[in-house]
């Protein structure tokens, strides 16, 4: 009776310890497969290496797929609409935050009647850490998808709601993020977006001439300090360089968008890169001994693809490639999962007749990089009874380069990535990441 006993308990331990793993998503805001080509080049060339034949980081992973970005409203995606399928399993409209298809966007009852659970929220309801990293504002889109539920992407302040909508109820994103009500809140935040939690009447603490966005009078840094214990808020390179791995973390490092990597370093108080950020996550929650969900935006990819400065959306690529090398080098895949994709595609073109070595980001004389900023079809060139005329595209000017609607590739190692393969709806990375996790027994 007394080995029965002993080997029940050990069965037990055995169950519990297993029941739960990481996982880190990596997402290339706006790396579609044009952008991960170019960057793959620039890097190889950057070393003096040969370019054509060189691999970033996430490129030897084995398990490999093509994910369609479509969203329920619209063929190109933004990043609201194809996050919040990732997070909740629920392909939705554009410009909306976790909530279902059935309302449109900017009406309230969405998130009322129609919030989608996030991969976040189960994470901390499971007893997991979790982790969120973004070169972007902390509200922008993609991360707040994570964790908010809105029906506009823009309602990241007070002062960006109808006053009908807070009437009914509704928060703005950055009160969500602070007032997170599941498990012990999120563990840890990286990131920019300063002055959505700050009054407009407070000036901001690196820049004294720029004012918060807030039109409560609210400071919300402070609230998130005070609603419970061993918790840091940070906000320069020197800080980030001295925390120690205990407690939950809050760290916005610029009022709006953090730099470019390659613009980085002039800033004068300083902010840490992705990379650094990436690592001291892992070895924050390693050193905590919890399993983790942590995701890892590299969000101004998309920024320099927009604003057709190829030169910054691969460079920033680059150095997303060197997180994910980070974090690879930090985990144990037996246990981990570790997945990079993108929420949709940018409009670039690598296009001509270059030769082989040719520097990628050729020449005013050969240019290979290019732009779209939309296109429609020309007047005249098709009529109705003329099926055989050729239909011409017409690029339109535009300031701002526009996103892309072909499949965004996903690459996965770990454990169960063996699931990431074929052509896949964006939304099953959501199944995939919740299996990873554990948290669907």
């Not at 003096?48 to 797929?65: K, M, P, R, T, Y």
């Not at 050193?287 to 604003?307: C, K, P, S, T, Y």
């Not at 959306?313 to 490639?321: R, Y």
């Not at 073109?349 to 070595?357: D, I, L, Q, V, W």
Request: glycine letters at 10%; a negative charge; aromatic letters at 8%.
């Amino acid at each position: 009776m007394r080995k029965l006993i002993i080997l029940i308990c050990f069965i037990q331990t055995l169950s519990t310890e297993a029941y739960s793993k990481s996982t880190i998503l990596f997402l290339g805001d706006g790396m579609g497969i044009t952008t991960i080509t170019a960057a793959r080049i620039y890097e190889g060339q950057v070393k003096g290496i040969d370019g054509e034949s060189h691999s970033l980081s996430f490129e030897s992973f084995e398990n490999v797929a093509f994910v369609k970005t479509y969203s329920a409203d619209a063929q190109i995606p933004d990043s609201a609409g194809t996050m919040s399928a990732i997070m909740t399993g629920q392909k939705t409209r554009s410009g909306v935050i976790s909530v279902g298809p059935k309302y449109k966007r900017g009406d309230c009852e969405s998130v009322l009647l129609d919030s989608r659970t996030t991969l976040l929220e189960l994470a901390e309801k499971a007893g997991l850490k979790t982790g969120i990293i973004t070169t972007a504002r902390i509200t922008d889109a993609t991360p707040a998808a994570t964790y908010a539920h809105a029906s506009d992407r823009t309602w990241e302040n007070d002062e960006k709601i109808p006053q009908e909508s807070k009437e009914k109820g509704c928060t703005d994103i950055a009160q969500q993020l602070i007032g997170f009500p599941f498990g012990d809140g999120i563990d840890l935040a990286f990131g920019g977006g300063r002055s959505n939690f700050h009054s407009k009447t407070t000036s901001d603490i690196e820049y004294p001439q720029f004012q918060g966005a807030r039109g409560d009078g609210r400071n919300l840094i402070n609230e998130w300090i005070e609603k419970g214990q061993n918790r840091t808020f940070i906000w320069n390179l020197e800080q980030f360089n001295n925390l120690s791995n205990q407690g939950q973390i809050l760290g916005l490092f610029e009022p709006l968008e953090m730099h470019y990597e390659v613009e980085r370093l002039d800033d004068g108080v300083g902010e840490p890169s992705i990379s650094s950020m990436a690592e001291f996550a892992v070895k924050h929650f390693q050193a905590i001994g919890d399993d983790f969900f942590l995701v890892i935006e590299g969000a101004r990819i998309d920024h320099g693809n927009h604003n057709k400065e190829p030169y910054l959306a691969l460079t920033d690529t680059i150095e997303f490639s060197n997180a994910i090398q980070k974090v690879l080098d930090l985990v144990d895949l037996e246990e981990t999962m570790v997945l990079v994709t993108a929420d949709h595609s940018s409009a670039l073109a690598f296009s001509g007749y270059p030769t082989r070595g040719m520097p990628v980001l050729g020449s005013l004389s050969y240019p290979e990089l290019s732009f779209s900023g939309g296109s429609r079809f020309q007047a005249g060139h098709l009529e109705k009874d003329d099926a055989v005329r050729q239909q011409f595209l017409a690029n339109l000017q535009s300031d701002l380069a526009a996103h892309a609607g072909e499949d965004v590739p996903a690459y996965a190692t770990g454990y169960k990535a063996e699931h990431v393969k074929g052509v896949m709806e964006q939304n099953v990375l959501f199944d995939i990441i919740l299996d990873s996790l554990d948290l669907n027994q």
